[in-house]
């Protein structure tokens, strides 16, 4: 069955970075593109990026250019999302989510941004 | 980017009761390729989201033959046919038709 497990919650200071992970199993990993969703305390969704595990071309939102970074590793079947010069806005739950349809999700990694 | 507006925001329901979730993107949804890339989530308290309904009116694996969705171009509507415990939560739709993929603010379910 398609699982998506992502990294553990972490805790960062105003302008450190954080990279989580999303490890896939279950399938051709390099058949799905994986998106990175984020959720605010109490707020909706937002979209930031995705990254295509194929070639690692990535797409990002206007809003994070130039502070994410989403990368893959194959042998392992792993993505990854670095997001820098953090601020304390940051503090969300990270998902990664698979494929054009959103159909599988991790199971969110807490990160809280706090001085 | 293509706003999505959903309404209600709130819905309280008596359970074996109906309910129904408007969704209305600020463009078309319909696709080059013929397709409207108009998707359902539903995400219970502390839990990711999960996929409920894709390309408008396709149910997911594994979700019951309660929810329905339809809808074209800019409107689209989520039904429960027979509200149930489980059902509680929030409800959020998104395109993907058009870059960047955008949500709804979400309308939370719960039962009076």
């Known amino acids: 069955q398609v699982q998506l497990v992502q990294s553990g919650a972490e805790v960062k200071k105003p302008g450190a970075s954080v990279k989580i992970s999303c490890k896939a199993s279950?399938?051709?990993?390099?058949?799905?593109?994986m998106h990175w969703v984020r959720q605010a305390p109490g707020q909706g969704l937002e979209w930031m990026g995705r990254?295509?595990?194929?070639?690692?071309?990535?797409r990002y939102a206007q809003k994070f250019q130039g502070r994410v970074t989403m990368t893959r590793d194959t042998s392992t079947s792993t993505v990854y999302m670095e997001l820098g010069s953090l601020r304390f806005e940051d503090t969300a739950v990270y998902y990664c989510?698979?494929?054009?349809?959103?159909?599988?999700w991790g199971q969110g990694t807490l990160v809280t941004v706090s001085s | 980017d293509i706003v999505m507006t959903q309404t209600p925001l709130s819905s309280p329901v008596t359970l074996g009761q109906p309910a129904s979730i408007s969704c209305r993107s600020s463009?078309?949804?319909?696709?080059?390729?013929?397709?409207?890339?108009l998707t359902w989530l539903h995400q219970r308290p502390g839990q990711p989201p999960r996929l409920l309904i894709y390309?408008?009116?396709n149910r997911f694996s594994g979700v019951p033959d309660r929810f329905s969705g339809s809808g074209a171009g800019t409107d689209f509507t989520l039904k429960i046919s027979r509200v149930e415990a489980e059902d509680v939560g929030i409800y959020y739709c998104?395109?993907?038709?058009?870059?960047?993929?955008?949500f709804g603010q979400g309308t939370r379910v719960e039962i009076k």
């Open positions: 989510a698979r494929d054009h349809r959103f159909d599988y």
């Open positions: 279950g399938y051709t990993f390099s058949s799905y593109y």
């Open positions: 990254i295509n595990p194929s070639g690692g071309s990535t």
């Open positions: 463009q078309s949804l319909v696709h080059s390729d013929g397709n409207t890339y």
């Open positions: 390309k408008i009116s």
């Open positions: 998104m395109q993907t038709t058009q870059f960047p993929p955008t």
